[in-house]
């Protein structure tokens, strides 16, 4: 028998693939989240699947990071990039795709750890075929999100029951923050069980680079005020807000300001409007010579970009974790942020960076001024920044945190499954 068989987990993320590019439409800080945990998870000795659905014919079916690491594409509708609310109706296809591939290969899982609400309810499904126990992340909260658009999409009913439901059935839900745990007790159910494990980043890679030699390789002089924004464009991440928060602090006469927006998109796709509408923007203020859109940066050169910058700024309306956030600090760069969820958890203010209100355009301004004025509150803010994310939000620190979670629920007597195997 191999020594890992009996640390097995699969993870479940219909749709955030770990092995795909990160930046664009709708890859983020899910797909971060599932590769690093199944890595350093795999790293501490577990045998680790992680499940998604294919989009393009050109995928691998399978993907092998390491020994005992892997991303499994399966086949659920069309073989294409379909949007997260109208993916519900071919979660039953992917649900069979994982059954089939389980028998092929002999293997029953016994327990997942499911991510966002498509995969709570495979997971909840396969609770109830085989007694898989399930622990589950949500990333984003339904009743919390609808709080803070304008149009409620059709599926908005039946994700707030599948959300409800797997509160209260899952062997453990993983909230990434006090704040997301808060939100699911006072607008989702008091039932069911939470534990608290933050995401977490890679201390290795952001931090490895100093400001003056990142300034050199990415040709920024030593007197620019660089203002870093990283992440997707989606009209949620409040890139606008950022964006006049820049063209007030100028127009009040700070010099030098270089703004850098970083983050890929699709032209035609939600993201490439959301990119046109920010560069328009931009340009009807005048602000295109001091501003500059690379596109979707890779984890590669990331680090270089967050320890080039004086401070990055996370302007999201809402956010349940937020990683941008912990990879500027990792990188010993002070944060910006919306005064809203897992960013009250990882920005101390005064300490790590400072936070302002959502879409507040002269509290961001402020903000972000009193740090670009300050050079040496700045380093002291950066260096408070790298010490929290080194003993709080390591990916190590996380995944043993989940690896301990898992060995305790799969020590525990198994249930019996509500309906007969398929
Ligand atoms: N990201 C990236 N390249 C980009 C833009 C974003 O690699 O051009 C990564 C970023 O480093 C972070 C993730 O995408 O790890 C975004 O996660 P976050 O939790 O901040 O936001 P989400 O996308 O989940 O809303």
């Known amino acids: 028998m191999n020594a890992t068989t009996g640390k097995r987990i699969a993870l479940i993320s219909v749709h955030g693939d770990p092995a795909i590019e990160i930046g664009k439409e709708e890859a983020g800080g899910q797909n971060v989240y599932v590769r690093?945990?199944?890595?350093?998870?795999a790293q501490l000795g577990w045998q680790v699947d992680m499940f998604t659905r294919k989009v393009s014919e050109e995928q691998n079916t399978i993907v092998q990071f390491s020994e005992n690491c892997r991303t499994i594409r399966l086949v659920a509708g069309p073989v294409e990039f379909v949007p997260r609310d109208n993916l519900l109706e071919h979660v039953p296809e992917f649900l069979d795709n994982f059954l089939k591939f389980q028998k092929e290969n002999n293997?029953?899982?016994?327990?997942v750890h499911t991510n966002y609400w498509h995969s709570s309810w495979v997971g909840m499904q396969l609770k109830k075929i085989q007694g898989t126990k399930q622990v589950h992340t949500y990333h984003s909260l339904g009743a919390v999100k609808y709080k803070t658009i304008e149009k409620i999409p059709l599926i908005a009913s039946q994700r707030l029951a599948v959300e409800q439901e797997v509160l209260e059935t899952a062997e453990r839900i993983v909230a990434t923050s006090p704040q997301e745990q808060e939100h699911m007790r006072s607008l989702v159910s008091t039932k069911g069980n939470i534990d608290i494990i933050p995401?977490?980043?890679?201390?290795?890679?952001?931090?490895?680079?100093?400001r003056q030699t990142a300034r050199a390789d990415l040709r920024i002089d030593p007197d620019t005020k660089l203002v870093l924004y990283v992440g997707r464009f989606d009209q949620r991440k409040g890139i606008e807000t950022l964006v006049r928060a820049v063209n007030e602090s100028q127009l009040r006469g700070n010099n030098h300001l270089k703004l850098i927006i970083g983050g890929g998109s699709t032209p035609g796709?939600?993201?490439?409007?959301?990119?046109?509408?920010?560069?328009?923007?931009?340009?009807?203020?005048?602000m295109s010579d001091f501003t500059t859109l690379p596109g979707r940066l890779s984890q590669e050169i990331l680090p270089t970009y967050y320890a080039a910058?004086?401070?990055?700024?996370?302007?999201?309306?809402?956010?349940p974790f937020g990683l941008v956030a912990i990879e500027a600090m990792a990188s010993g760069t002070p944060v910006v942020a919306s005064d809203v969820g897992g960013l009250q958890f990882t920005v101390v203010p005064e300490v790590t960076g400072l936070l302002a209100p959502p879409q507040d355009v002269a509290a961001f301004a402020t903000a972000i001024d009193r740090i670009l004025l300050n050079p040496q509150w700045r380093d002291e803010l950066g260096k408070a920044g790298r010490k929290r994310v080194e003993t709080k939000f390591s990916w190590d620190g996380v995944a043993t945190q989940?690896?301990?979670?898992?060995?305790?629920?799969?020590?525990?007597?198994?249930?019996?499954p509500v309906l007969l195997s398929k």
């Not at 690093?36 to 998870?41: K, N, P, Q, S, W």
């Not at 939600?270 to 009807?284: A, C, F, H, Q």
């Not at 910058?309 to 956010?319: F, K, R």
């Open 199 to 210: 995401c977490g980043t890679d201390i290795r890679r952001f931090g490895a680079i100093d």
């Open 269 to 286: 796709n939600s993201d490439g409007i959301e990119r046109d509408r920010i560069e328009n923007i931009i340009n009807e203020l005048g």
């Open 402 to 416: 989940l690896g301990e979670l898992y060995t305790q629920l799969l020590q525990q007597p198994a249930k019996e």
């Open 36 to 41: 690093h945990v199944g890595e350093a998870l």
């Open 107 to 111: 293997i029953t899982y016994q327990l």
């Open 309 to 319: 910058a004086d401070v990055c700024v996370v302007p999201s309306h809402y956010e």
